[in-house]
């Protein structure tokens, strides 16, 4: 994946060439006339201004080359501040005309070094004095100019991620991502909104790394900000790769049941993985449901062993599966604990009856006995399913544990479905 492909570093270049250079010798005469800035209080002291004179000589000639080595010489010499201004200045005008980047950085770091320039110069002049380093590879120099630059105020070309990336060039990714989150957070209070890439970054270096807890919430970043079906996939698929300690069986479950409901299934591995997190023997209407909608869809291909087999395991247990649970229901009423009303909602979870579903997660979480979290779950995903968005998520609020990830994705696609931005769910398949 490419990251800031947009972002041109000979854009960044040709725009530090012109930059507007106030208070040159040249214009001093006029600047201290006006005095409206602190370069009009510029002034060339005695000692060097027989080179200045020579500089700007070499400079306005046919030649202006010839002026470098001389430029070069006073930037090398012990100037006071308002004289290496004076060079500095000097050498980014130079640097400029000839296209000499090099004599335009030495410049750049020369100006801010002289502790002259002016306060509305100054982010520009740490901005490009950090990119320069960047391009350059001095990336612990590019990270301390450019979030100097960033804490000036300097929004622009990029700064936020820029300054991620000098961290993760060095292999620091916890800084890295520490900076990136920053620059989110700063479009964010600006009223902008951060491209897309940033997020994607950020999810991949996460996983990648293997930064300890920080896939699941990028990922959570990305569909927040970004909720297309394929960065629901994108954002589901992470979590569940980079999960420590990895996922049981049933809380993949609880998970693609979320792909499926954000419309975020487009591969042969959800559907399957999906069909045997649920399992046609445990819960065969659910499987049945979703493998044909994956044929439906064209998502799974009819010629496949796996779908042939499964289907038919799945179809072959629905009947008498559905017959039983009539006393599951009877039993889960008597039993003194939660065990066979919760088994008895995940079926009828199943069918799609949640109504009867949620009401026997309830029955399961009062009576006691279970996994108090994956009957919330259970309860949430019911509740979802009657379109009960506020009891959705108080559901989902109290799950704890290993599921509470899982349970923020289902309480954000929730209040996407709200606002209006969630991807539209496929359509209903009868099982």
Do not use: C
Not at 120 to 127: A, G, H, T
């Amino acid at each position: 994946m490419r990251f800031l492909s947009h972002f041109s570093m000979a854009v960044a270049l040709a725009t530090a060439g012109t930059l507007a250079i106030s208070a040159l010798p040249q214009e001093a005469h006029a600047q201290k006339k006006k005095k409206k800035s602190k370069e009009a209080e510029i002034k060339i002291s005695k000692e060097i201004r027989p080179q200045v004179a020579a500089i700007q000589e070499a400079m306005g000639g046919e030649t202006p080359a010839t002026a470098k080595p001389l430029v070069e010489s006073l930037l090398a010499q012990p100037l006071e501040a308002d004289d290496k201004f004076i060079a500095g200045q000097l050498a980014i005008q130079l640097g400029s005309s000839l296209k000499d980047t090099a004599l335009q950085e030495k410049g750049i770091n020369a100006s801010i070094d002289s502790g002259k320039t002016s306060a509305e110069q100054l982010p520009s002049f740490l901005f490009f004095s950090g990119n320069f380093a960047y391009s350059g590879g001095r990336y612990a120099e590019a990270q301390q100019r450019l979030q100097q630059a960033f804490d000036a105020g300097y929004r622009q070309n990029n700064i936020g991620a820029l300054i991620a990336e000098a961290y993760f060039k060095e292999n620091k990714n916890q800084e890295g991502l520490a900076a990136l989150e920053r620059a989110l957070e700063a479009e964010k209070a600006s009223g902008a909104k951060a491209p897309e890439d940033w997020y994607r970054r950020g999810a991949g270096i996460a996983m990648k790394n293997n930064v300890n807890g920080a896939a699941g919430n990028w990922t959570y970043k990305l569909v927040e900000a970004y909720p297309t079906g394929e960065n629901w996939r994108a954002a589901l698929s992470v979590y569940r790769d980079s999960a420590n300690p990895k996922l049981s069986n049933q809380e993949n479950l609880e998970l693609m049941r979320l792909m499926r409901k954000a419309d975020a299934m487009e591969s042969e591995r959800d559907y399957f993985e999906y069909a045997d997190a649920a399992d046609p023997r445990r819960l065969p209407g659910e499987v049945v449901s979703l493998l044909e909608e994956g044929l439906a869809k064209g998502d799974v291909p009819s010629s496949s062993s796996y779908v042939t087999e499964t289907l038919a395991a799945a179809r072959g247990s629905v009947a008498a599966d559905k017959a039983s649970l009539g006393a599951s229901e009877r039993d889960a009423n008597k039993s003194a604990n939660g065990k066979i009303a919760l088994a008895t909602a995940d079926a009828l979870l199943g069918y799609g009856d949640y109504a009867k579903a949620a009401a026997l997660y309830q029955s399961a979480i009062s009576k006691g006995g279970v996994d108090t979290a994956r009957a919330q779950m259970g309860l949430g995903i019911a509740q979802v399913g009657q379109s009960n968005w506020d009891d959705a998520k108080q559901a989902f609020s109290s799950v704890t544990g290993s599921r509470k990830s899982i349970a923020n994705f289902w309480s954000l696609w929730i209040d996407q479905k709200a606002a209006g931005t969630a991807t539209p769910e496929p359509a209903p398949t009868a099982s």
